[in-house]
């Protein structure tokens, strides 16, 4: 007897489900009506929670978030195990017809009570993702620092969906032009006209909320502070397209000064247009690095203790802010990124 399936990938490219009788149907990011339909399927998941949200449907409304490839599809009962080794290779999460969301090998996940979620059920990450994590606890227990081990992969390699480099360059030069700002305003004030002469591109790039705050005389102590700490994210983003050799430990402030230079020094069509950024496989393993040390940060704050090994909270901060920008975390414009931990 068939089964009607549908599964949801996270990743760009899934291997084909071969195993099928008849080609299934499927869509991508491409199709205008997937990002609707996942959110509904959100909201879906969303009308079974009844005293809180858990760390297992959180996990689920995560991946539904990162949906790139919706299959539907039936499936006779004796190719169960096919589908099972399929949707572990294509980083699959199931919907069946009794309202139920399962893992691939029919682990109940979520439901409305029938059928029972299952303790064995897992969430699916892919095997690189999974290895970056194992790295990163290691590195931070060898430095004497142990995050949870309930802490999530980030992405893996298959699911990232970058930004371009001439994006992240403009928003680098954006974020060093309202820093500088920031720092003019306790000494010789930098107007708008002067900050463009040097960083043009940048002052074009600005958000709303940046250009409000360079165009404001008197800004208040919050977005002051705020926006002087974007030397820390353009800094990321530095390293991230090659213009910084080394990413050191986010430990300490950056040298502004470098950074603004920098910025000056590639402020020109030219080498906009000729932005490259580094490997994904580094831009994640920074990525999950400073994941688990957002963590460390915020703990310490709510345990009111120094954060372990040395950790500059601003700096981290501003490190994962800037990363979950240029990695698309949930596809947020710069001035609503989050960075949950």
């Given at each position: 007897?068939?089964?009607?399936?549908?599964?949801?990938?996270?990743?760009?490219?899934?291997?084909?489900?071969?195993?099928?009788?008849?080609?299934?149907?499927?869509?991508?990011?491409?199709?205008?009506?997937?990002?609707?339909?996942?959110?509904?399927?959100?909201?879906?998941?969303?009308?079974?929670?009844?005293?809180?949200?858990?760390?297992?449907?959180?996990?689920?409304?995560?991946?539904?978030?990162?949906?790139?490839?919706?299959?539907?599809?039936?499936?006779?009962?004796?190719?169960?195990?096919?589908?099972?080794?399929?949707?572990?290779?294509?980083?699959?999460?199931?919907?069946?017809?009794?309202?139920?969301?399962?893992?691939?090998?029919g682990n109940v996940l979520v439901s409305r009570g029938e059928p029972p979620v299952e303790a064995d059920a897992a969430l699916p990450y892919p095997p690189d993702a999974?290895?970056?994590?194992?790295?990163?606890?290691?590195?931070?227990?060898?430095?004497?620092?142990?995050?949870?081990?309930?802490?999530?992969?980030?992405?893996?390699?298959?699911?990232?969906?970058?930004?371009?480099?001439?994006?992240?360059?403009?928003?680098?030069?954006?974020?060093?032009?309202?820093?500088v700002r920031a720092e003019s305003l306790s000494s010789q004030r930098l107007s708008e006209q002067e900050i463009r002469a040097k960083l043009g591109p940048g002052v074009?790039?600005?958000?709303?909320?940046?250009?409000?705050?360079?165009?404001?005389?008197?800004?208040?102590?919050?977005?002051?502070?705020?926006?002087?700490?974007?030397?820390?994210?353009?800094?990321?983003?530095?390293?991230?397209?090659?213009?910084?050799?080394?990413?050191?430990?986010?430990?300490?402030?950056?040298?502004?000064?470098?950074?603004?230079?920098?910025?000056?020094?590639?402020?020109?069509?030219?080498?906009?247009?000729?932005?490259?950024?580094?490997?994904?496989?580094?831009?994640?393993?920074?990525?999950?690095?400073?994941?688990?040390?957002?963590?460390?940060?915020?703990?310490?704050?709510?345990?009111?203790?120094?954060?372990?090994?040395?950790?500059?909270?601003?700096?981290?901060?501003?490190?994962?802010?800037?990363?979950?920008?240029?990695?698309?975390?949930?596809?947020?414009?710069?001035?609503?990124?989050?960075?949950?931990?």
């Open positions: 007897m068939a089964l009607l399936i549908n599964a949801y990938s996270t990743l760009a490219s899934p291997p084909q489900p071969e195993f099928l009788a008849a080609a299934p149907s499927r869509r991508d990011r491409s199709d205008p009506e997937l990002v609707p339909h996942l959110q509904g399927f959100v909201g879906y998941v969303l009308s079974t929670v009844s005293e809180g949200m858990d760390a297992r449907t959180f996990g689920v409304l995560r991946h539904l978030q990162r949906v790139q490839t919706h299959y539907s599809f039936e499936v006779e009962d004796t190719a169960f195990d096919a589908l099972a080794a399929w949707g572990e290779a294509a980083n699959v999460l199931c919907f069946l017809p009794d309202g139920s969301v399962r893992d691939a090998a999974r290895a970056r994590k194992q790295r990163s606890e290691a590195e931070l227990k060898q430095l004497g620092a142990q995050p949870p081990a309930h802490l999530p992969p980030v992405l893996g390699e298959g699911e990232v969906r970058l930004r371009t480099p001439q994006e992240a360059m403009r928003r680098m030069l954006a974020l060093c032009a309202v820093a074009d790039a600005l958000t709303p909320a940046e250009r409000a705050f360079i165009a404001s005389d008197a800004p208040d102590e919050e977005s002051w502070a705020n926006q002087g700490w974007r030397y820390e994210s353009a800094a990321l983003l530095q390293w991230a397209l090659g213009l910084s050799e080394r990413l050191p430990p986010p430990t300490a402030i950056c040298e502004a000064g470098a950074i603004a230079r920098v910025a000056i020094e590639h402020a020109d069509p030219a080498r906009i247009e000729a932005a490259r950024l580094r490997p994904v496989p580094e831009l994640l393993d920074a990525l999950d690095a400073v994941y688990r040390r957002h963590w460390l940060v915020r703990q310490a704050r709510l345990d009111e203790r120094e954060p372990a090994v040395g950790l500059h909270p601003s700096v981290v901060y501003e490190r994962h802010y800037a990363l979950n920008w240029l990695l698309r975390f949930d596809e947020q414009d710069w001035d609503e990124v989050g960075t949950p931990t």
